[in-house]
């Protein structure tokens, strides 16, 4: 079955530790996209590729990085420059147009 | 930029109907979409609206009025399953392909 597969499911962290979170899917979706989600918050992008070896900073792009070199992965970095990481971060993917967004399970990053 | 407006709560019991409304300000619309979340799972995608009036898919409906920047979907025949948090969207105005997600209304589903 297609999709998308997000891992770890939980990942913790010390402060000045750079770490990344893995997005792959299965879907032969051009777009994928990463959000983060802090408690009772709405989902806020983070970054987003649009084709492979291309990608856009969204809303909150400091602190983290990523790279598009293949169409099924999209990895994010959340680097220590990222004051507060501790969230539930979100990759989606979609054939394009912002339509039907495919969501992974989602990884729960603790800073400890 | 964009803003989405929903409520934060709402509850309603079990086998009656709801409605969650949205809101929203964009310089370019492309549609409404719908997604929902269970507590601690991923979101799955509803519904989107592009023209207005009434699209429905199940016990599930969602609304567009253009003129009134102003959406809702409609869950009838409420199961306790439904207890989760409902996000309204709108595709970035620029073109590009991401979705400007609302803060999310929490659905309470009582007996």
């Known amino acids: 079955d297609g999709g998308i597969t997000q891992s770890p499911k939980y990942l913790f962290r010390k402060e000045g530790q750079n770490v990344t979170l893995s997005c792959e899917q299965n879907?032969?979706?051009?777009?994928m996209y990463w959000y983060r989600q802090d408690p009772g918050q709405g989902l806020r992008l983070i970054y987003y590729?649009?084709?492979?070896?291309?990608?856009q900073k969204g809303d909150i792009a400091e602190g983290y990085s990523v790279s598009r070199e293949k169409k099924e992965s999209f990895p994010l970095t959340v680097t220590s420059a990222q004051k507060n990481p501790t969230a539930f971060y979100l990759c989606?993917?979609?054939?394009?147009?912002?339509?039907?967004?495919?969501f992974g399970s989602g990884t729960r990053l603790t800073v400890v | 930029g964009q803003s989405l407006e929903q409520p934060s709560e709402v509850t309603a019991v079990e086998g009656a109907i709801v409605q969650i409304n949205c809101t929203y300000q964009?310089?370019?619309?492309?549609?409404l979409s719908w997604y929902q979340q269970h507590d601690g799972g991923a979101p799955t995608f509803l519904s989107y609206?592009?023209?207005?009036g009434l699209e429905e898919t199940g016990r599930f409906s969602s609304f567009l009025s253009r003129s009134d920047s102003y959406g809702y979907l409609l869950l009838q025949e409420l199961q306790m399953k439904d207890s989760a948090s409902y996000f309204c969207a709108v595709r970035d105005p620029t073109g590009a392909n991401n979705l400007f997600f609302g803060t999310g209304t929490r659905l309470t589903v009582i007996p």
């Open positions: 964009t310089s370019g619309f492309y549609g």
């Open positions: 609206n592009a023209l207005d």
């Open positions: 989606a993917s979609s054939i394009g147009r912002g339509l039907g967004y495919t």
């Open positions: 879907l032969n979706h051009d777009a």
């Open positions: 590729s649009q084709i492979v070896n291309d990608f």
